[in-house]
């Protein structure tokens, strides 16, 4: 059994949402033949400020991490962490990241305000916003689970630079990640 802690970094556009990422994301799981159960943790954790950058206005993905790991310390045993946030976010050397992973903490950050439509000046939409959000926490779970990128564009493990690729792949894995993922005993 696969145990999943969705930690909320702030409410807006998150909190209507996540029971839903749950339900989607759990569904991902079982379809590649992973049980899981995922639990919300009920409030927010707002990110350190010391991990924004002002004059990106973005925050540093791995310092999110490691602040996720102090706090969330007592949990790592157990569960595979994922922070949730409609913020923004980079790496170094890249303009911006939708999500990070780092398999050996068990924690995965996913930024969502990319992947909200309105970001791009475009209509609001619930479910395209759902499903976007969804395949990149499925994605960055796949990497803390152990998996790598994948080639096919329809796997939910292809590599997305963009909302397009984002669009292009299905919230599902592939039938060789499902093989990896079955394997790697999880
Ligand atoms: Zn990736
Ligand atoms: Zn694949």
């Known amino acids: 059994m696969l145990k999943v802690l969705f930690v ?3 409410r807006n556009y998150v909190f209507d949402y ?6 989607i994301v759990a569904d991902s799981l079982s379809r590649a033949g992973l049980s899981s159960e995922i639990l919300i943790w009920p409030s927010t954790i707002k990110p350190s400020m ?8 973005q925050y540093l993905a791995p310092c999110i ?3 996720m790991g102090n706090m969330f310390y007592d949990y790592l045993n157990e569960y595979f962490i994922v922070g949730i946030g409609y913020i923004d976010g980079y790496d170094y050397g ?5 999500g990070e992973a780092s398999p050996i903490n068990r924690i995965a950050v996913v930024f969502t305000r990319r992947l909200d439509p309105r970001f791009y000046g475009e209509e609001p939409n619930y479910n395209l916003y759902l499903e976007r959000v969804a395949k990149e926490i499925v994605h ?22 963009s909302v397009y690729e984002v669009d292009a792949k299905t919230r599902f894995f592939c039938e060789t990640c499902s093989n990896t993922l079955r394997k790697l005993n999880v």
Not at 50 to 57: D, H, L, P, S, V
Not at 94 to 98: A, G, Q, R
Not at 140 to 161: A, D, Q, Y
């Open 65 to 67: 991490i490691e602040n």
């Open 8 to 10: 909320p970094l702030n």
């Open 94 to 98: 890249l303009n911006f990241v939708f």
């Open 140 to 161: 960055e779970l796949g990497h803390l689970l152990g998996l790598s990128h994948c080639k096919r564009r329809t796997c939910v493990m292809s590599f997305s630079n």
């Open 50 to 57: 010391k991990c924004f950058n002002w004059a990106r206005k």
């Open 18 to 23: 996540i029971d839903d990422w749950k339900n």
